[in-house]
Structure formats: C-alpha cells, structure tokens
C-alpha cells in the first residue's frame, strides 16, 4: 500500500524558497497522479499544484502559479514543490495527496495523504 511523507515545511522570511518533498514507499510515484494542498485553521483545504501521471501540471490559485512549481523525480520516487518569492499569506500547512486517475485539484477524490508539513512565512 501506498505511503506518503512529506517533508522541507520550515519558518522562510518572505521573499525566500522552500522545497517540499513527498516521499513515497509501497509503490511507484509514476502510477499516481500528485497534488499539493495547504490549509489554515479555520479554513478549507486549498489546492496549490498538481502533476499527472503523464506529466501534465496544473496549478490552482492565480497567486502561485508563477512561484510555484511542482515536478517528479522517478529515481528517487518523489514529487516536490519548488515554492519562490514566498510571502506570508503561504503560511499554512501543506499536504501531499496521491490517487489513480487525472491530476485535479479537488482534494475529496485523493485517496492517499501525508501527514502535512508547516509552512510559515514571516514579515
């Protein structure tokens, strides 16, 4: 069965990089379709970027879609988000999420999650 870690969340000042990984053991990354998603309390789950099985991308709010960047590495059986220009309004909690299918940023159809990495952003 299929598990996932992720991992790289930290405190960035604004302006910085981070790169979150999603490691994946009991199976091969390839097969799935990957998405990120990120979450404040209080609110609902966001989707942030996704990349097919084929390698199709897709990012969801406007406001990440020219700093973030999501990519696969087949060797190490990892996805990552690459996230630049970081500004506070990313803080959050991020979420790697695996499923058979089309990469969508609709969280209720992933059937595999990490446990989430703290992302904060300060001033």
């Known amino acids: 069965q299929l598990q996932i870690v992720e991992s790289g969340g930290g405190l960035v000042q604004a302006g910085g990089s981070l790169r979150l990984s999603c490691a994946a053991s009991?199976?091969?990354?390839?097969?799935?379709?990957i998405a990120w998603f990120r979450q404040v309390p209080g609110k609902e789950r966001e989707g942030v970027s996704c990349?097919?099985?084929?390698?199709?991308?897709?990012n969801g709010a406007d406001s990440v879609k020219d700093r973030f960047t999501v990519s696969r590495s087949k060797a190490r059986n990892t996805v990552y988000l690459q996230m630049n220009s970081l500004e506070p309004k990313d803080t959050a909690v991020y979420y790697c999420?695996?499923?058979?299918?089309?990469?969508?940023?609709?969280?209720?159809?992933?059937?595999?999650w990490g446990q989430g990495t703290q992302v904060t952003v300060s001033t």
């Open positions: 999420a695996a499923r058979h299918g089309v990469g969508v940023l609709w969280s209720h159809v992933y059937d595999y």
């Open positions: 009991g199976d091969t990354l390839d097969y799935y379709a």
């Open positions: 990349v097919a099985t084929t390698g199709r991308k897709r």
